[in-house]
């Protein structure tokens, strides 16, 4: 059975940094991975969706990067802002037409 | 980009009573809808997966006859909890992918938090 882990599970940091969520995942044998973001009480906002082919994306401020053979995704915020400041949830997609697992999530504070 | 509206965004009930969310496909098409059920500080987790026409297959320890869920178009779906109580309080999101494109994002709905007094 799938089983994605994020770490850290909460994170606060000045404005202006640079940081690095991490994602890890127990089956390599995926067809994708999504980074979301959620704001308290809302839902979920797709950032970038990488295919298991590909090794990185990216999007503005953001990159994130695949290592499918060991199981390890990371996304890459630079220059933090306060705006920045939500729930970055990871989630693979085994196969087809399956449901994502999703990771608990990393709380990023980024502070003024 | 594609949408997916979910309605009601939140909804306080009193215990026993049932509570209908929808959720809809607007500029495409969803054979498959996911439904998800977020607590506090948790992950989404999945509760059951709505396919088109066809009965709805639900995850290990979700009661298909608590939450029901009807998939009866490629643009809508339905999940009413039935009975509800205290412990039923909880965010529900359902998500949709274009028919068209297997494996490609999954689009979510904003959200409904229920609260069942």
């Known amino acids: 059975k799938q089983e994605v882990t994020q770490i850290p599970a909460a994170l606060s940091v000045p404005e202006g940094e640079n940081l690095v969520l991490n994602c890890s995942f127990t089956d390599s044998a995926i067809y994708n991975l999504q980074w979301f973001r959620q704001d308290p009480g809302k839902g979920l906002t797709s950032l970038l969706l990488?295919?298991?082919?590909?090794r990185e994306q990216t999007s503005g401020r953001l990159n994130a990067s695949l290592d499918k053979s060991s199981g390890r995704s990371t996304l890459y915020i630079a220059a933090s802002q306060p705006g920045d400041s939500a729930t970055y949830l990871c989630?693979?997609?085994?196969?087809?037409?399956?449901?994502?697992?999703f990771g608990k999530g990393t709380r990023l504070s980024v502070i003024a | 980009g594609a949408v997916v509206s979910q309605h009601p965004s939140w909804v306080i009930c009193k215990s026993g009573t049932s509570v209908k969310i929808e959720c809809r496909s607007l500029d495409f098409q969803a054979t498959t809808m996911f439904w998800y059920r977020q607590f506090p500080k948790q992950s989404l987790m999945l509760m059951a997966t709505s396919n088109e026409g066809s009965k709805a297959t639900y995850e290990q320890g979700v009661e298909k006859d608590k939450f029901l869920i009807n998939h009866a178009s490629l643009t809508l779906s339905t999940l009413t909890v039935t009975s509800a109580h205290p412990e039923d309080s909880s965010f529900y999101i359902c998500s949709a992918r274009d028919q068209a494109g297997i494996g490609s994002p999954l689009h979510f709905g904003n959200g409904t938090r229920l609260t069942v007094t």
């Open positions: 990488i295919q298991s082919s590909q």
């Open positions: 989630a693979v997609l085994h196969s087809g037409n399956t449901p994502l697992v």
